[in-house]
């Protein structure tokens, strides 16, 4: 009977299916008594596992299966060069001041299983055959690309008529169109003919502004699944292997990162990390134009700071890399050079022309100085 609602949540050891039915993970009971003997010898436990949510909630639950009493510190860290290590070592945080990032990893695990069984099992109930999976993210995510689908399939394009005007003096020529877009193809004609029946046409208004544009911020793991997508056709699935390889071989930083932006401490780490692309084949290129800039400080913000700052290289340099690992590391220094440099400022001007009563709209950019 529905709702299933347990008493309390029990840890246990993995369970695995096996020939002779469900039975306890010999490997996962070995690792745990391996843990058990270290934590009895020891005074003191540094927790080392992942600087997130899950990897918080990974520690306590083998802490608290385990009953152990012995304190425990924090290292927290997004990078596995030397040097992060040993500033992570030196800067040791107290295990209760993450109570509240396992209290929120526990709450969010145990509400998964309590909508994903019940909700499950009770649509598979009420469809009388088959079996149906719900979740708190993946039924609303389905949802979301659902809707969009049939947005798509049920579009219906409606045909309408712009009016363009081209004109030309002392060998200028000139484009412009009508503000408005007409779903009626007489009266578009109308005003089409309003406009020829004038003797020239005139300007009426000049208008010069200049814009500063962004580059743009550094990637998190989503925009970088999303551009190697794009570009090199691999799957959120392969992007994340490929940047988890990278990180273990201590080129860049932590992966699972939903954060852009970086804090003060790492950016006075930029141009020691651009200094090793310098032999970088065709990015030594692009370096030289940092020789006598400073840096773009866009995504240096403490406040937007998350568990982890954005994705960016390490002061390592790389040796062998496969070929995918290279696209990769490839994308996050190009994306590096981006965000760093200097906002790119352009001068929009834009022009009315009036031939007679109607009135026509061209907009030109000039680029004043790249970013």
Known sequence: ?????????????RIVKTDKGFKRDSAAWKQLEILRQLFRECEKIVVATDAGREGELIFRYIYEYLKCQKPFERLWISS????????????????SQFDTLFHSAKARREADWL?????????????????????????PTLAMICR??????N??????HRIRLSASKNGISIAAVHSEKFRDRVQAENVRDEALRAACVTVEEI??????KQPPLLYDLTSLQRDANTRLGLTAAKTLEIAQSLYEKQLISYPRTGCRYIGEDLFEQIPRIFENLRDHPYLKYHLR??????LNRYCVDETKLTDHHALVLTENIPEILSSEEQQIYDMIAIRMLETFSEECIEKIT??????????????????????
């Open 148 to 153: 969009r689908y049939l947005e798509n399939r």
């Open 350 to 371: 834009s022009v009315t022309l009036a031939c007679g009563t109607v009135l026509f709209k061209t907009e030109a950019r000039t680029t004043l100085r790249e970013g």
């Open 115 to 139: 909508i994903g069984i019940n909700a499950s099992q009770a649509l598979t109930f009420a469809a009388e055959r088959g079996n149906y999976s719900l979740g708190r993210v993946q039924t």
């Open 1 to 13: 009977m529905l709702p299933i609602m347990p008493n309390r949540f029990r840890l246990v050891v």
């Open 80 to 95: 596995l060069t030397d040097k992060a290590i040993r500033e992570g070592f030196d800067n040791l945080k107290p295990g």
């Open 289 to 294: 134009n940092f020789s006598d800039r400073s």
């Open 207 to 212: 208008i010069e502004d200049t814009t500063a």
């Open 155 to 160: 579009f219906t394009p409606e045909p309408y």
